[in-house]
């Protein structure tokens, strides 16, 4: 009996369409590892950000972080391009934040171009990478090398 009610689970559940524990859709197909398609909606992106001085020798990731005031960056400008769908998403977040997560978008291969802004929105550092968010929306730490 047990086994006939999960063939009936099953059944609903490809007649239905199928949910992750998120409630986003899951279609069990997509590349063959059964996951979501491209446009299907999905988390928004995370990201964290720090400034450093351009001067500063080594490794700018290990290099110590220059507050927002004094690299005179107001704004991090997060924009994110679906290739899969043409979709184009932006958004903007206070620098001093040092962290943001944005709204839902949807699934895809990504170009991301993210940038530290002046007050009067011109770019003082820039950098851009391709993502598919199809298992991640974690951007990660970008590091923006800026002239103090």
Same mark, same amino acid.
């Given at each position: 009996?047990?086994?006939? #009610?999960?063939?009936?689970?099953? %059944? ?5 369409? @199928?949910?992750?524990? *998120?409630?986003y859709?899951?279609? #069990?197909?997509?590349?063959?590892y059964?996951?979501? !398609? ?7 992106f995370?990201?964290t ?7 500063q020798?080594?490794?700018?990731v290990?290099?110590?972080a220059v507050? @927002? ?9 997060l *924009? %994110? !391009? +679906?290739?899969?769908t ?7 977040? %206070? @620098? ?18 993210? *940038?530290?802004?002046?007050a ?11 993502? *598919? +968010? ?9 590091v923006?090398?800026?002239? !103090?």
């Open positions: 009996m047990r086994a006939l #009610g999960a063939i009936g689970v099953l %059944a609903l559940c490809m007649g239905a369409g @199928c949910f992750r524990d *998120d409630g859709p899951y279609h #069990g197909g997509y590349g063959g059964g996951g979501p !398609l491209p446009g299907d909606p999905t988390a928004g995370t990201m950000w720090k400034l450093v001085d351009s001067k020798p080594g490794d700018p290990a290099a110590p507050h @927002c005031a004094d690299a005179h960056v107001a704004n991090i400008r *924009d %994110a !391009l +679906n290739s899969d043409s979709q184009r998403y932006t958004w903007s977040f %206070a @620098c001093d934040a040092g962290n943001a997560i944005t709204p839902d978008v949807t699934v895809g291969k990504y170009t991301v171009t993210v *940038d530290a802004l002046d009067q929105g011109v770019s003082k550092s820039r950098d851009s990478w391709v993502i *598919d +968010n199809t298992w991640t929306n974690d951007l990660g730490l970008v923006f090398v800026v002239d !103090l």
